[in-house]
């Protein structure tokens, strides 16, 4: 598989940097090859009795992510744990060694980033 010039960026197709971006995280960056192509590199590495680790982001999922949206907008949804949602305990204004602001409003609620995109 021949690799184009393709700094700072993964195998998973990704819009930003460090796939903090992604949204379908099944699809190959194109920089990388055809979901083909990765089947063969995996076979061919299997059978040379290696095994390949994907490094993948999950944890950094955009506001446009269907995971997201569900949860934002669903507080029965399934992927609403997968996020940190304020509670009433919650004080959305004390500042961070993150950063000035990590709380941000979706529709009734808030949730908790590190940077909102």
């Given at each position: 598989m021949e690799l184009k010039n393709s700094k700072n960026k993964g195998i998973i197709q990704c819009k930003q940097y460090h796939l903090k971006g992604e949204t379908n995280y099944y699809k190959?960056?194109?920089?990388?090859?055809?979901?083909?192509?990765?089947?063969?590199?995996?076979?061919?590495?299997?059978?040379?009795?290696?095994?390949?680790?994907?490094?993948m982001m999950m944890n950094h999922t955009p506001s446009q992510h269907p995971w997201f949206i569900e949860a934002s907008t669903n507080k029965n949804s399934k992927y609403r744990n997968y996020y940190i949602w304020a509670d009433s305990k919650t004080n959305i204004n004390q500042l961070s060694a993150f950063g000035p602001r990590q709380w941000y409003k979706k529709g009734d609620s808030y949730y908790y980033a590190l940077s909102k995109n």
């Amino acid at each position: 598989m021949e690799l184009k010039n393709s700094k700072n960026k993964g195998i998973i197709q990704c819009k930003q940097y460090h796939l903090k971006g992604e949204t379908n995280y099944y699809k190959i960056d194109p920089d990388y090859g055809t979901e083909k192509d990765f089947q063969n590199f995996l076979g061919k590495t299997h059978k040379m009795g290696f095994k390949v680790i994907l490094d993948m982001m999950m944890n950094h999922t955009p506001s446009q992510h269907p995971w997201f949206i569900e949860a934002s907008t669903n507080k029965n949804s399934k992927y609403r744990n997968y996020y940190i949602w304020a509670d009433s305990k919650t004080n959305i204004n004390q500042l961070s060694a993150f950063g000035p602001r990590q709380w941000y409003k979706k529709g009734d609620s808030y949730y908790y980033a590190l940077s909102k995109n």
